[in-house]
Nanobody
Framework: QVQLVESGGDLVQPGGSLRLSCAAS????????MAWYRQAPGKQRELVAK???????DYADSVKGRFTISRDNAKKVLYLQMNSLKPEDTAVYYC???????WGQGTQVTVSS
């Protein structure tokens, strides 16, 4: 059974930083492309960033230069380092295995003063 468990969401002031983590189990983590999606209130879910098994990354234009996706295949953990956070980054962030449409339960990130 595949499990994706996100953590690290919090309330943070504009300009602050957070690091999200996603612990995976029940899969061969190293060979899967992984991704972070988010959903803001009243909006559709959107792709934030993805990383292939080879480490190639891709980002939404809105987060380029501020967010960094990474992975530790030995620990089966996916990360999202978020810097220079803005109020518009407020959303529930989900860890996803796109190939199989597996989603975690999400972690709330709120950027507000």
């Amino acid at each position: 059974q595949v499990q994706l468990v996100e953590s690290g969401g919090d309330l943070v002031q504009p300009g602050g930083s957070l690091r999200l983590s996603c612990a995976a189990s029940g899969i061969i983590f190293a060979i899967r492309t992984m991704a972070w999606y988010r959903q803001a209130p009243g909006k559709q879910r959107e792709l934030v960033a993805k990383i292939t098994n080879a480490g190639r990354t891709d980002y939404a234009d809105s987060v380029k230069g501020r967010f960094t996706i990474s992975r530790d295949n030995a620990k089966k953990v996916l990360y999202l380092q978020m810097n220079s956070l803005k109020p518009e980054d407020t959303a529930v962030y989900y860890c996803v295995i796109p190939t199989y449409n597996y989603w975690g339960q999400g972690t709330q990130v709120t950027v507000s003063s």
